[in-house]
């Protein structure tokens, strides 16, 4: 296997040390990392590349450059790819030599962006970089680090799209100051599922409010980047984005979230004393077999509420329709596509890096950081197994 090259490589690398001393650590290092880790490649696919055996977990499949930034200088990498092969949490291959470059990695370029949206001297930021990764970065490399990050999260949010089967739409809010005062932001973001089953962060935009024109323009540029062939749109009921995809998508079933529809209920309700047993009512239809079924039974909660609360009888019935699309779908989707929970994870991921910052200097400030937090996310995501089975029917 690839141990045995482990001795002329060892040797190389000692013969160039000898030679040229310290200034080619960073090529010595690349190499035994290199080394090291197509080693682990083996190691885990239980093979060496091409060799037949009954116990091969996976096959090589190439490599990935990549370039570590080090205390000895910029290191040259070649990651090894595999193909067929996953973990117990269907995660592909990657190197555990070089995990904890990865989260200093992502420390350092987030420490930036968090640092940099409040307005933090570079200086200051030179010293939280500095604890988190272990490097001594200038002031001078702080900014260009903070453009380049711009440029490669814009790249990201601009980078073209093809077809979506679902497309899940949902915003949250972050505090930022405009023209003077303190306003709160809407953050809108879209994920979709590919026709392969696989999820995605489609892209985000910061934006003065949830109104039409705001979620009509952030839709029109999915469209414009290559979306299409969406089947099914899961969101809540939020007037602005209601308007914004009628005009937008006006051929596409809506699914109303079933979660916020619950919830927007509760406000039909005369006494707080019948929400439990309102809200038990409400998922028993939402837990219906096929369209049918869950018509009757809709039919029946709202006769049962005519007398004691007519207000609510009539809101159900008009409302509670558009929160079963999703009965005209496989039903081994419905679970995911009956709310826009899916979004649940990137909204707290969001929070959790935006409360470190709490008052955002501007839109374009808070931009970087979600951008940055929903990259890191979409691409965990597209790496994992199927989020859907496809083929189910």
Not at 246 to 259: E, K
Not at 311 to 327: G, H, I, K, Q
Request: proline share 4%; charged share 25%; aromatic share 6%.
């Amino acid at each position: 296997m690839t141990h045995q090259e482990e001795s002329p490589v060892l040797d190389h690398v000692m013969a160039m040390l000898i030679e040229h001393g310290p200034a080619v650590m960073a090529n010595a290092f690349a190499i035994i990392m290199n080394l090291a880790m197509q080693i682990e490649r083996e190691q885990t696919l239980k093979a060496e590349s091409h060799q037949r055996t009954a116990d091969r977990q996976g096959y090589a499949n190439g490599f990935k450059t990549k370039t570590l930034h080090t205390r000895v200088g910029e290191v040259p990498l070649r990651i090894p790819q595999t193909r067929g092969y996953h973990d117990e949490e269907g995660r592909p291959f990657y190197p555990k030599s070089l995990e904890r470059g990865v989260r200093s990695e992502r420390a350092m370029t987030l420490a930036v962006a968090e640092m940099y949206v409040q307005g933090v001297s570079t200086r200051k930021v030179t010293t939280i970089v500095e604890k988190l990764c272990g490097l001594e970065v200038t002031s001078t490399l702080v900014s260009r680090a903070a453009a380049e990050l711009d440029e490669e999260l814009a790249a990201w949010r601009n980078r073209p799209l093809g077809e979506i089967v679902y497309l899940v739409l949902d915003a949250r809010y972050e505090k930022i100051r405009h023209g003077g005062a303190v306003i709160s932001c809407a953050v809108l973001t879209a994920i979709g599922v590919t026709p392969d089953g696989k999820r995605s962060v489609l892209g985000c935009s910061v934006e003065l409010s949830e109104a039409e024109h705001h979620w009509r323009s952030f839709l029109q540029r999915l469209q414009a980047r290559g979306m299409h062939g969406v089947k099914l749109v899961v969101s809540d009921d939020h007037a602005g984005l209601k308007a914004a995809r009628r005009a937008v998508m006006p051929s596409v079933p809506w699914q109303r979230c079933q979660f916020h529809t619950i919830q927007n209920a509760m406000a039909h309700v005369p006494k707080t004393s019948m929400r439990a047993d309102v809200a038990r009512d409400i998922k028993r239809i939402f837990n219906a077999d096929d369209a049918a079924e869950a018509t009757r039974r809709l039919k029946d909660t709202v006769a049962s509420y005519q007398q004691t609360a007519p207000r609510l009888a009539s809101w159900l019935e008009d409302n509670v329709p558009e929160a079963l699309t999703v009965l005209a779908f496989p039903a081994a989707h419905r679970r995911r596509l009956r709310t826009s929970n899916a979004l649940e994870r990137l909204n707290k991921e969001i929070k959790r890096r935006t409360r470190v910052a709490t008052l955002f200097p501007n839109e374009a400030s808070l931009l970087r950081l979600v951008s940055a937090v929903l990259s890191e996310i979409s691409d965990d995501w597209e790496t994992l197994r199927d989020y859907l089975n496809m083929e189910a029917t």
